[in-house]
C-alpha cells in the first residue's frame, strides 16, 4: 500500500478558498506593503533601476531570517521551561501518595492540574514553533489505525462524560487495519479536534469518522471528520480560525480557555502530511473539521 497521504477532505468550496488563501495573503499583503513604500520612495532616492528589486530580496531575507529566529527563540524557550516544569509535576505527583491532610492534597491537586495545562501550552508552543521553523520530522511506519482512533477516543471520554456527550465513532469497513503514516501526530490531531468538540458543546453529540475518500490503482485516500452539535463558528470567523492565536470570539476566552494554537498544529501538521483541513459550521447547530 502507498504511505498514507493524511490528507484533508473538502467539502465546502468556500472554505477550501479561505483555508487556502489565508496564508497567502499574509504573504502578498506583506509584499504589497513593502513595494508600495518602495516604488514611493524610489523617485527621490534616484537610485539605479533595479534597486527596488534588490531590496525587496533583501527585506525579505532579513525578515525570514527575524522569523527563523524568533521559532528558534520559542523552540529553546519552551523546551528550558518544560524540562523544570516537569519536575514540579513529578514531584507534586510523588507527594500526591503521601500521606496528606484533605487542604494538602486540595492545594497539590491544584498544583497538578495548573502544571498540567502550563505543560499542554508549553507543548503547543514547542509544536508551534517547530512547524513554523520546518523543523517537523513525521515518522513513516505502519500502525493500526483503529486503535490510534481509540486511544484519541478514550483520552477524552472522561471529559465527554462529565458534560454528559454522547461519543460517537464510525470507521467504514473498506478502511483498512493497517497503515503507513506517523501515527502519533494523526492522534495528536484527533485529539486536538475532539477536546475542542467537546469544549465547544454543551448538549449532544460528538463523532469522529473514517472513510475512504477514494482509491486509485494501490494508493487510497482516507479521510476523517470530527462533528460536534455545538456552538458553531460564525462565517465571518471560519477563515481565521486556523490562524496562531486566533479563537472565535475573544470574549469567550474566558469561559473555554485555550491559546487557540489547537487548529493551527492541526491544519499544519496535515498539510505537512500533504492533506487538507477545513471546517463546515453553523452557528447553534455545530461544527465539522475535515481532514482527507
Ligand atoms: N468544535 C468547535 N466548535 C466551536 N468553535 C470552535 C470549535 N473548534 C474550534 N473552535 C473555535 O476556534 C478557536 C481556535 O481553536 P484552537 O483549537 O486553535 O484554539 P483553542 O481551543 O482556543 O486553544 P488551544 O487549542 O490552543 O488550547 C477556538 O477558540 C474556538 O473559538
Ligand atoms: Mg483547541
Known amino acids: 500500500?502507498?504511505?498514507?497521504?493524511?490528507?484533508?477532505?473538502?467539502?465546502?468550496?468556500?472554505?477550501?478558498?479561505?483555508?487556502?488563501?489565508?496564508?497567502?495573503?499574509?504573504?502578498?499583503?506583506?509584499?504589497?506593503?513593502?513595494?508600495?513604500?518602495?516604488?514611493?520612495?524610489?523617485?527621490?532616492?534616484?537610485?539605479?533601476?533595479?534597486?527596488?528589486?534588490?531590496?525587496?530580496?533583501?527585506?525579505?531575507?532579513?525578515?525570514?531570517?527575524?522569523?527563523?529566529?524568533?521559532?528558534?527563540?520559542?523552540?529553546?524557550?519552551?523546551?528550558e521551561?518544560?524540562?523544570?516544569?516537569?519536575?514540579?509535576?513529578?514531584?507534586?505527583?510523588?507527594?500526591?501518595?503521601?500521606?496528606?491532610?484533605?487542604?494538602?492534597?486540595?492545594?497539590?491537586?491544584?498544583?497538578?492540574?495548573?502544571?498540567?495545562?502550563?505543560?499542554?501550552?508549553?507543548?503547543?508552543?514547542?509544536?508551534?514553533?517547530?512547524?513554523?521553523?520546518?523543523?517537523?520530522?513525521?515518522?513513516?511506519?505502519?500502525?493500526?489505525?483503529?486503535?490510534?482512533?481509540?486511544?484519541?477516543?478514550?483520552?477524552?471520554?472522561?471529559?465527554?462524560?462529565?458534560?454528559?456527550?454522547?461519543?460517537?465513532c464510525e470507521v467504514a469497513p473498506e478502511v483498512p487495519e493497517t497503515i503507513e503514516g506517523d501515527s502519533n501526530r494523526l492522534r495528536q490531531t484527533f485529539l486536538n479536534l475532539l477536546s475542542n468538540a467537546i469544549k465547544f458543546t454543551e448538549t449532544g453529540e460528538v463523532s469522529l469518522r473514517a472513510g475512504v475518500e477514494n482509491e486509485e490503482g494501490d494508493s487510497l485516500t482516507l479521510h476523517f471528520s470530527v462533528a460536534d452539535t455545538g456552538i458553531g463558528i460564525p462565517a465571518e470567523r471560519q477563515k481565521a480560525i486556523f490562524d496562531p492565536f486566533t479563537q472565535a470570539d475573544a470574549s469567550t476566552t474566558r469561559k473555554y480557555g485555550g491559546t487557540g494554537l489547537g487548529l493551527t498544529i492541526c491544519s499544519r501538521l496535515a498539510d505537512a502530511m500533504g492533506g487538507r483541513m477545513w471546517l463546515e459550521s453553523e452557528v447553534g447547530q455545530g461544527s465539522q473539521f475535515t481532514s482527507r
Do not use: W
Not at 3 to 29: E, H, W, Y
Not at 83 to 92: F, Q, S
Open 81 to 168: 521551561i518544560r524540562t523544570p516544569l516537569n519536575g514540579v509535576i513529578g514531584m507534586t505527583d510523588l507527594a500526591l501518595d503521601t500521606e496528606l491532610n484533605p487542604e494538602q492534597r486540595e492545594y497539590l491537586d491544584m498544583i497538578k492540574l495548573s502544571g498540567d495545562s502550563l505543560l499542554a501550552v508549553i507543548n503547543d508552543i514547542l509544536d508551534f514553533s517547530k512547524i513554523e521553523a520546518g523543523k517537523i520530522d513525521l515518522e513513516l511506519a505502519d500502525f493500526n489505525l483503529r486503535d490510534c482512533l481509540e486511544s484519541a477516543l478514550k483520552t477524552v471520554a472522561l471529559r465527554a462524560d462529565e458534560k454528559q456527550l454522547e461519543l460517537l
Open 1 to 79: 500500500m502507498e504511505p498514507f497521504a493524511g490528507a484533508i477532505l473538502i467539502r465546502d468550496k468556500s472554505t477550501l478558498v479561505a483555508n487556502m488563501v489565508v496564508p497567502d495573503l499574509g504573504c502578498s499583503l506583506y509584499f504589497g506593503s513593502l513595494s508600495h513604500r518602495l516604488a514611493g520612495s524610489c523617485p527621490h532616492s534616484g537610485g539605479p533601476k533595479g534597486q527596488p528589486e534588490r531590496l525587496v530580496k533583501e527585506r525579505t531575507s532579513e525578515v525570514e531570517a527575524a522569523n527563523r529566529a524568533k521559532s528558534q527563540f520559542l523552540a529553546t524557550m519552551s523546551h
